[in-house]
């Protein structure tokens, strides 16, 4: 993931609600190669408690020598300004690439994808540790709706399953929550189809990872 190199700060973002696993020591040693700044954020504060919050950023520190730690709560708007400001302060003044108001550079299939892998993630955690991609096949938006399709791809049949879920029910979850966040991004009616294939060793084939929209390391 050389692109953690090309960036100032990088967040490593955990769930106080959830304890720390192997999807997330494997970001955080990610992380931990970064040349950038490093921030932990913990998430979801107003739903854990202090020994909970303590615990995650103990673990964390114990995998990545971090330069700030904030605890936020998006719910209760607690420290979220005070996130943006300890973004900021890393941040070095630059040109000025694109246009005001241009709030993106990335395409409307990247952004479906991202949202699409960050629901399945979130859903998943243990599971499915980071060895799923996610392809935008179609996308078409019209004055009264935005209709995609997309392709979840895992490296193994048992994670496909877990996916999908009993009757189809991790796979509805997943689908709703992400709906949700791309008629919020595109302010319109979404119908939003997903489909889960299997690709085996998808994440040590370069051109695989590239076609997923990620850079491959050189």
């Avoid at 490296?155 to 496909?160: F, I, L, T, V």
Wanted: hydrophobic share 40%; proline share 2%.
């Amino acid at each position: 993931m050389s692109e953690l190199n090309d960036v100032d700060v990088v967040c490593f973002t955990l769930d106080a609600t959830k304890p720390f696993g192997r999807g997330d020591a494997w970001v955080a040693e990610k992380v931990k190669q970064s040349s950038a700044h490093k921030v932990l954020v913990i998430t979801k504060a107003d739903r854990a408690d202090q020994a909970q919050v303590m615990a995650q950023i103990d673990a964390a520190r114990e995998e990545v020598d971090f330069e700030d730690v904030i605890v936020t709560s998006a719910n209760e708007r607690f420290n979220v300004d005070e996130f943006i400001d300890l973004l900021c302060s890393y941040l070095p003044e630059g040109p000025m690439w694109f246009p005001e108001g241009m709030g993106t550079d990335t395409t409307d299939e990247v952004q479906v994808a991202e949202f699409v892998r960050e629901k399945v993630l979130l859903h998943t955690r243990e599971e499915i540790p980071h060895s799923v991609g996610v392809i935008c096949d179609y996308f078409e938006r019209t004055k009264k709706v935005v209709r995609i399709h997309a392709t979840i791809f895992v490296e193994r049949d048992g994670q496909k399953g877990i996916i999908i879920g009993h009757k189809g029910e991790m796979i509805k979850r997943i689908g709703t929550d992400a709906r949700l966040d791309l008629e919020r991004l595109f302010d319109s009616k979404v119908f939003l189809e997903l489909d889960v294939k299997v690709k085996a060793g998808w994440r040590d084939d370069a051109a695989q990872i590239r076609r997923f929209g990620y850079a491959a390391d050189e």
